[in-house]
């Protein structure tokens, strides 16, 4: 099997990274942006701008019938999730690969409840720097996918399908030996970093300098750290300074989604993060104090939304 169409549901920021990327290096209608009527409406009335230009991709109705899509990646929100799986429907075939972008450790598993297992491959997008305000998205960072099975010492078919598809587009990527290792540390990141940066009203560049907002951010993933080695992850400070110095590549300027959510007034992913931390902590019998401050300030200040 080779890659020929792709279909992308959420056109956040990594849904309009991804879309200009793919419609540059495929034909238009190969690549697919499913969305709603009064969406398709809004983005072709205002347009979707990506550094300045304005990009028309190809919109397609979730009822809308056609071949299944080859491969389909979601970059929705988790709160958007279970609708998302609904508009997807129709680009799911028999041999449609399917990747998600989600924040977390959980959405590979609900989408595969869905699809199934044997569609899906793990998957995490980092070290992106992309700052997306109503229709304007700018970035300097496209960062990469990193994706696979849990275990890659040996390639599956799928994920050299992919790869294949990704070197034929020039698409940044990684395939890491240990997916599940790789998903707890964005994790981490994402946990220590959305946060941090949205309670604190900074910026990357606010907590890659010494200070307290970087000192919460770092005890917020260090309680992470300790989750990891009681369900068997088992994350180190190794880990910890792999994903600070992808912390220091990105545009001091940039901010992550919860920073952005906040700044429009919408809802976060809080429980995603400390949410899902806290749970944790409770079951396994560890302490996650950075975490329960941090989840109770967003609530607080989500409070006027």
């Known amino acids: 099997m080779t890659i020929k169409t792709v279909s992308i549901i959420g056109l956040g920021a990594l849904g309009i990274m991804f879309a200009k990327h793919f419609s540059g290096n495929l034909p238009k209608n190969d690549v697919r942006v499913i969305a709603n009527q009064s969406r398709i409406q809004k983005y072709e009335r205002n347009g979707i701008f990506c550094n300045g230009e304005r990009y028309n991709f190809n919109y397609v109705l979730p009822e809308s019938k056609q071949k299944p899509a080859d491969l389909l990646i979601f970059c929705v929100k988790f709160n958007q999730l279970q609708q998302a799986i609904e508009d997807a429907r129709h680009q799911v075939g028999e041999h449609t690969i399917i990747l998600s972008a989600l924040n977390g450790i959980s959405s590979e598993e609900i989408i595969g409840k869905t699809f199934g297992m044997e569609k899906m491959l793990y998957c995490v997008a980092q070290g992106m720097d992309a700052v997306k305000i109503e229709n304007k998205l700018t970035y300097r960072n496209m960062g990469m996918i990193c994706f696979g099975e849990k275990e890659n010492t040996v390639w599956s078919e799928k994920v050299t399908i992919v790869a294949e598809f990704f070197n034929s587009i020039d698409f940044p990527y990684e395939v890491p030996i240990n997916m599940n290792h790789r998903l707890w540390g964005k994790f981490m990141l994402n946990t ?25 951010m770092i005890a917020a993933m260090r309680e992470v750290i300790a989750l990891s080695c009681k369900v068997g992850i088992n994350l180190d400070e190794s880990d910890l300074t792999y994903w600070l110095n992808v912390l220091a590549n990105l545009n001091p300027l940039g901010m992550p989604s919860m920073r952005q959510d906040m700044a429009v007034n919408t809802k976060t992913e809080v429980e995603l993060f400390s949410g899902t931390v806290i749970e944790l902590g409770r079951q396994y019998h560890v302490p996650t104090p950075i975490n329960d401050w941090l989840y109770h300030k967003v609530l607080e200040m989500e409070k006027d939304f």
């Open 192 to 216: 220590g970093v959305n946060q941090t940066v949205a309670v604190f009203s900074t910026n990357y560049g606010g907590i890659q300098v010494e200070g307290e907002p970087r000192n919460v």
